[in-house]
Nanobody
């Protein structure tokens, strides 16, 4: 059972940056998919970015501002978020799929407000 723990969320002003981290309790080197999702207030969860088969994909609306990356040695996934907007306010969740077993973190809150 892989445990995922997100961190790095908080309150940031519009235009600011945050880097979210997702630390896994064990190696995720063999994961089929590593991803970040988010759920804005009152809305459904949506894909932010993912790494699958060595290929990185970012939601079209977030390209150029959000970047997903991984550090295999640290069993950690990151989400760099730049030029944040109020619409980016959401709970951000880390997700890993290992041999069809899906794991989720508890989420970290990001609030973009002046």
């Amino acid at each position: 059972q892989v445990q995922l723990v997100e961190s790095g969320g908080g309150l940031v002003q519009p235009g600011g940056s945050l880097r979210l981290s997702c630390a896994a309790s064990e190696t995720i080197f063999s994961a089929n998919v590593m991803a970040w999702y988010r759920q804005p207030p009152g809305k459904q969860r949506e894909l932010v970015a993912r790494i699958s088969g060595g290929i990185t994909e970012t939601a079209d609306s977030l390209k150029g501002r959000f970047t997903i990356s991984r550090d295999n040695a640290k069993n950690t996934i990151y989400l760099q978020m730049n030029t944040l907007k109020p619409d980016d306010t959401a709970i951000y969740y880390c997700h890993v799929n290992i041999q069809s077993q899906m794991y989720w973190g508890q989420g970290t809150h990001v609030t973009v407000s002046s």
